[in-house]
């Protein structure tokens, strides 16, 4: 049961306590900051807040004033740390608090958004991780400034895998009316060059979305970072860094922070211009043509391929001679850019293992699908008749992580697998998904396709 209303811990530190000064505040930062963008599905703000950062937090939170009517739910999350003395929690934390204050007035937390979470093996509703938590607190009151009277749902993560955040992430994901807002700082430390340093590091880390690089530094919200990035791949979402600095610790000027925002956005418009499209056709031939004559693809050249084929995408390439299907490779999840991705997936296509590989003498009447992936949408059956009304005939392709495998089928195969019963049973033997409670316990995800 919720009960009684968070207290602020951060009010006359990190940002002023009196209400009229607070809004003074807030509304200087967003008066002097700037953006071309709106809209964003992911905001990636410092840890320190609004006020200890203005001019870096201002230039995201700017972007909500267009969101005062569209989002209704903010998701505010962060890594839990513990501090001196304090000891690290098993899970991923919920509050049981109906509200939280500020000298603004009370936030109401999502309660159903929350209760929704209760069966999860990793939540854990518990009010004392936010006691005296300020990596939350400190963007409440820009919420309350620039959207008004949205719902929260403030999360802490502590000793969890990425994946299970990712769970709870996708559970919370949502449309417009939901944002996800993500506390993080980006490097710490007395030396202004080394703590700047970490700082860039890191971003080039996150923009390449390189999980891997991004574990090897100390950013502060390592675990929600690595989750909400592996959202934004799997998604094909766009992410862009607004500004960034190295500033004084607002607690000890002898102690300092490089702070960053950045913002990512999601389009399920996966529509090329012609010129692009035959760009794309081009790459992929060459790839095929030198792939079959004993050559080494090596990739693509970022720099010298149009904006929309740099964009991250997954995709699938396919390749028939006479009608009959002569390879096929690809990937679901978008891992690289477009560009990138339709040449490595062109020259796998060539020697599929499941079929002889494509000879020279082919090349003249060899024909090519190129299929572009939408962001993928991850949904929650509870039962095989559930699962196919989520499904579109002839529209939606499935993939599928179970404990037991992976499997992922395209909308094309409609064709073959005319009915739901059929598709659905396939796709689930693939992925080795059986019994009443196999569909529950396996991840589901949806997308569509467009063929070029």
Sequence with gaps: MSTGVREPVAAGSLYASDSQQLRSEID??????????????????????????????????????????????????????????????????????????????????????????????????????????????????????????VRIVPILVGETTVAEVVDVLERLWGSRDTLLLLSAGFGSGTDAEQVTEQGETIRTALLANDLGAMARTNVSAPRSLAAAMTIVGRRSMGLLELASDTIEDPYDGDHLFNVAALAAWESTDMTLADADADHLRALARAAVELTVLGGRVEGSDMGRVPPALAARRASVVTLRHNGQTRGSAGTIEADRALAGSVVRNAAAACADPRLPSIQPSELPGLQMTISLISPIERIFPQTREELSQMLDVGRHGVLVTSPSGRAAQLPAMWARLPTHHEFVSAVAQKAKVSGVDGVSDAAWYRFETLDY
């Design 28 to 149: 200087a930062a967003i008066n002097s900051s700037d953006s071309e963008f709106t809209s964003p599905k992911l905001l990636i703000v410092p840890d320190c807040g609004l006020a200890a950062a203005p001019n870096v937090a201002g230039s995201g939170m700017i972007m909500l004033e267009t969101e005062r009517d569209h989002v209704q739910r903010v998701v505010v999350i962060s890594d839990y740390r513990p501090g001196v003395g304090g000891r690290e929690f098993q899970g991923i934390a919920v509050p049981r608090a109906i509200a939280f204050r500020t000298p603004l007035g009370d936030l109401l937390t999502d309660r159903a958004a929350i209760e929704s979470l209760h069966g999860h093996p990793s939540v854990v509703t518990n009010d004392r991780p936010f006691e005296k938590d300020t990596s939350i607190e400190v963007h409440l009151p820009p919420i309350q400034r620039l959207l008004g009277a």
